[in-house]
C-alpha cells in the first residue's frame, strides 16, 4: 500500500526542516558573493535548494527528481574527497574536490561544500520515508534539458559548470561545441539517470 506523507512513516521531523533551511539560508548569500549567481546552475546546487520544498512539502516527487538527478555524482565527489582526505590524492582521471585542499580558499568557505556529504544521505532518507516517484526519471531529464542550454549560453567556459564544455579542466575541441552538448544533454538522462531510476524504483518504489 503507497504511504502517504502525512502518516508516521512519511511524517518529516521539523527539526530536519528547520535547520536545512537555516543552513541553506546561510549559504546562498555567501556562495553567490563568493561564487556568483552562476554557480547555482551546478546540478548539486539546484537540488541542495530544491530540497528545501521537498521537506517543508513532504514531495516524494522532488526528492525523487533530485536523487535521480545528482546521486551518481555525489558518490563520485565524495569518494573523490575522502579518498584524498585519506590517501592524500583524489580518484584517477577525477579532479572533482580539488577546490576543498587549496589553502587558498578559506576553511570556512570549503566547510559550506560539505553539503556534498550529507545531501545524498539526506536523498536517500527521504525515498525512504516518502517512496520513490516513478515520473523522477522524466522529470530529472527535462530538467537537465533545460539547465545544460543555460548554463552554455550564460556561464563563463573557463568555470565549466555541469561540464557543458568538457569533461575535463579546459573546453574540448574534439566535437563542435553544440553537438557536444547535445551528446552531454543524452549521456546524462541515458547513462546517469536511467541506471539510478532503475535502482530507486525497484529499492523505494510503493504501491
Known amino acids: 500500500m503507497r504511504r502517504r506523507a502525512g502518516t508516521k512513516h512519511g511524517a518529516i521531523p521539523l527539526w ?3 535547520s536545512y533551511t537555516l543552513f541553506v539560508a546561510g549559504l546562498v548569500p555567501v556562495y553567490w558573493v563568493h561564487n556568483g549567481p552562476a554557480h547555482f546552475l551546478w546540478a548539486s546546487d539546484i537540488a541542495l535548494l530544491a530540497m528545501v520544498a521537498a521537506l ?3 514531495s516524494r516527487f522532488i526528492a525523487s527528481t533530485m536523487a535521480v538527478g545528482v546521486l551518481l555524482p555525489e558518490l563520485a565527489w565524495n569518494m573523490d574527497f575522502f579518498t584524498r582526505l585519506i590517501a592524500g590524492r583524489g580518484l584517477a ?3 572533482a574536490t580539488g577546490y576543498m585542499f587549496n589553502p587558498a580558499q578559506p576553511l570556512w568557505l570549503r566547510g559550506l561544500s560539505l553539503f556534498h556529504v550529507f545531501l545524498p544521505a539526506l ?9 520513490y516517484d516513478r515520473r523522477a526519471w522524466l522529470a530529472a531529464t527535462l530538467l537537465c534539458w533545460v539547465v545544460l542550454p543555460a548554463t552554455y549560453l550564460f556561464t563563463d567556459p573557463a568555470r565549466n559548470i555541469n561540464w557543458v564544455f568538457g569533461l575535463g579542466d579546459t573546453p574540448q575541441t574534439w566535437l563542435p ?3 557536444y552538448l547535445m551528446g552531454l544533454m543524452l549521456l546524462f ?3 546517469v539517470y536511467l541506471p539510478t531510476h532503475l535502482v530507486l524504483q525497484k529499492a523505494f518504489a510503493r504501491g
Open 16 to 18: 530536519l526542516k528547520i
Open 56 to 58: 517543508w512539502r513532504a
Open 93 to 95: 582521471g577525477l579532479d
Open 123 to 131: 536523498l536517500v532518507w527521504m525515498l525512504y520515508r516518502l517512496g
Open 177 to 179: 561545441a553544440p553537438l
Open 189 to 191: 538522462p541515458l547513462c
